[in-house]
């Protein structure tokens, strides 16, 4: 049985843009290639949109919040048209895990579970209406009255996604952002369009006002045109530390809002008493989920000195048992990666890292039996000193670091030693160790045996993780400005 074939999502309008409520055509003529990362054959083309499509959009959003019903209807009516969105989006969800599949390799054994998640940021969202403090009354300490906090809503919003999750990063912006009043113009990554097009056909089939979500296809440099337009108040990013500080400088100069999730270098730490061959396989499927590209990924392991070789020869065993395959086929555990620059830059790193003394144990190139595709191995190295970039900077592959250490502050210090604070992990079965551990990790959201997220928990990261939250009532917050009134 072949599983190569090609399964592309029906789209109403690839060759238009979604603005002002209407499919219109981009202003450049050109088109955007969509390439499957399994195949490396075309597998959509759609609109590409040029700084006139941008001023368009943002006209239209802008129009949408200055001038129409969005932000003068209630959170609990703004609420009932997530709803319809999220109604709308359920029935694409076939349609969505295809998307995910071809575009960028992920399995398709899992794409459904991942695409319901990101579906469901409208269901969460939708439910924080009725409970989120959007009017709070305060004592007035300096004088006679009453004070009042209002939450409004921060303006049109700039909704930037990246390639490796294009639709749950997507919905968990753009959910918080309509239920807060704001419009929003979403700008895809280009490698991973179609989410976006599917998510503006549900907007229009639950009956958005016009220019309440808008859709640009393009590349960087007219992305970066979208971020300076001063029709923009804020700006939702996801993507690289290199990105992100640019945009970061775009609109402090400007002073406008924005929320930046950005890279990682996820530490696991494992202490003395939690069972070896237990972390090698968590960690082993968790740095080969997706093929690493996970912005959280736990791809720096942490061991104690004196287990260090039972824990790294219990890692290649469980590497070298991953399939690796065509995203297609039940029996693969792991797909490609998304595009060949990717490829490129793991494979850059392997050669960084033997090059700097760490010892690679197992994988390091591409599978020899796949001669279509960017894949690459499941990649262990040893012997990492904390200097060497392996273990400093974000690789976005299946390759994994390990360290060692000599108890809970070293351990501490050594996970710290990063530019980056996202994510990280402690395994333990000592509750307070646990706790203590936690504690001294400067990262945005650290688990307990496990790698794993909730979406009432507010998601961002420390240093050049980001600024700002997204996901809980925070992520909610993130879209609205506070207004004092003295009554």
């Not at 730490?269 to 396989?281: P, Y």
Request: charged content about 20%.
């Amino acid at each position: 049985m072949s599983f190569d074939m090609i399964r592309t999502p029906h789209l109403r309008h690839p060759d238009r843009l979604f603005i002002g409520g209407q499919w219109v055509e981009a202003s450049s003529g050109r088109t955007i290639d969509v390439i499957s990362a399994s195949a490396e054959v075309v597998v959509a083309s759609v609109a590409e949109a040029a700084e006139a499509d941008v001023d368009a959009a943002v006209a239209a959003a802008r129009a949408a919040f200055d001038h129409g019903p969005w932000t003068r209807i209630t959170p609990a009516e703004r609420a009932g048209y997530l709803r319809r969105m999220q109604v709308e989006l359920q029935r694409r969800e076939p349609d969505l895990a295809d998307a995910w599949v071809e575009q960028i390799g992920a399995l398709a054994a899992v794409a459904p579970f991942v695409i319901g998640g990101g579906t469901a940021w409208f269901g969460v969202y939708a439910d924080m209406a009725e409970t989120f403090p959007w009017q709070e009354e305060r004592a007035l300490l300096d004088g006679p009255g009453r004070g009042v906090v209002l939450r409004d809503p921060v303006g049109v919003v700039a909704a930037i996604a990246p390639w490796n999750n294009p639709y749950g990063i997507m919905t968990g912006k753009i959910a918080p952002a309509l239920l807060a009043g704001c419009t929003v113009v979403m700008k895809p990554a280009p490698e991973t369009p179609i989410e976006a097009y599917i998510i503006a056909e549900a907007a229009e089939a639950a009956g958005l006002p016009p220019g309440v979500i808008n859709l640009v296809t393009a590349h960087r440099d007219v992305s970066d045109y979208l971020v300076r337009n001063a029709g923009v108040d804020k700006v939702s990013f996801t993507g690289s530390v290199g990105a992100g500080g640019r945009i970061a400088s775009v609109c402090g100069s400007r002073i406008a809002r924005c929320t930046l999730e950005l890279g990682g270098k996820s530490a696991a730490i494992v202490l003395d008493d939690f069972d070896i061959e237990s972390a090698a396989r968590t960690l082993a499927q968790t740095i080969t989920m997706s093929a690493g590209q996970i912005c959280a990924t736990l791809s720096r392991a942490i061991v104690p000195a004196a287990r260090k070789d039972d824990f790294v020869a219990a890692v290649e065993a469980a590497m070298r048992a991953i399939t690796v395959g065509a995203p297609r086929d039940p029996a693969t555990q792991m797909g490609p990666l998304a595009i060949g620059r990717q490829r490129d830059r793991v494979e850059e790193y392997v050669a960084i890292a033997r090059a700097e003394g760490a010892r690679l144990v197992t994988g390091g190139g591409r599978p020899k039996h796949l001669d279509r595709g960017f894949y690459f191995e499941p990649t262990l190295f040893a012997d990492v000193d904390p200097a060497m970039r392996i273990a400093r900077e974000e690789v976005f592959g299946p390759v994994l670091a390990v360290l060692t250490h000599e108890g809970i502050d070293d351990a501490v210090a050594i996970a710290n030693a990063s530019d980056f604070g996202l994510y990280g992990a402690v395994f333990t079965d000592d509750a307070d160790a646990a706790m203590r551990t936690m504690r001294g990790m400067r990262a945005g959201t650290i688990s307990h045996n496990a790698f794993r997220f909730d979406t009432a928990l507010p998601f961002g990261g420390f240093k050049k993780s980001g600024l700002g939250r997204e996901g809980g009532r925070e992520g909610l917050a993130g879209y609205t400005e506070m207004k004092s009134l003295m009554l």
